[in-house]
């Protein structure tokens, strides 16, 4: 009998594809054509928008841009070239976003992390600014 990877034994009993990324925990937004935008930027500052309304503070984590066939953090998929998941979602997913934005089914995809830890790390126990912080 050969050894079974929990990775794939966890994967079958969601009934889901093999190295399909867990999205369970994301919230999905899909931002459709009745919001044409030009490039890029004018993606982002839609899906900003969006995750400023629905997280409050944010950082952007990863993004695809299908027109160019760009995205970032830059060469995440060149080691998933043989992964049925491509490295941006990946690497959002793997860094603890909480907010998938997807404008105009996939041209531009965005993944967004909600900032909570800035103001725990920021104040004091009593809630007083720490020095330097």
């Not at 839609?46 to 993004?63: D, F, K, Y």
């Not at 909600?114 to 600014?129: E, Q, Y």
Request: hydrophobic share 40%; charged share 20%; with cysteine.
């Amino acid at each position: 009998m050969s050894p079974v990877d929990p990775k794939q034994e966890a994967d079958a009993e969601r009934g889901s594809v093999p190295g399909t990324p867990e999205l369970s925990g994301l919230t999905v937004v899909e931002i459709g054509p009745q919001y044409p935008v030009a490039d890029l930027h004018a993606a982002m500052a839609l899906a900003e928008q969006e995750a400023g309304i629905r997280l409050g503070e944010h950082m952007l984590l990863s993004w695809y841009d299908r027109d160019r066939d760009f995205e970032s953090p830059q060469h995440a998929s060149e080691c998933h070239t043989a992964c049925a998941v491509p490295g941006y979602v990946d690497y959002g997913v793997n860094h603890g976003a909480t907010l998938k934005v997807d404008v105009q089914g996939g041209r531009f995809v965005f993944f967004f992390f909600l900032c909570i830890l800035r103001t725990a790390i920021s104040f004091g126990r009593h809630g007083w600014p720490r020095p330097g912080g």
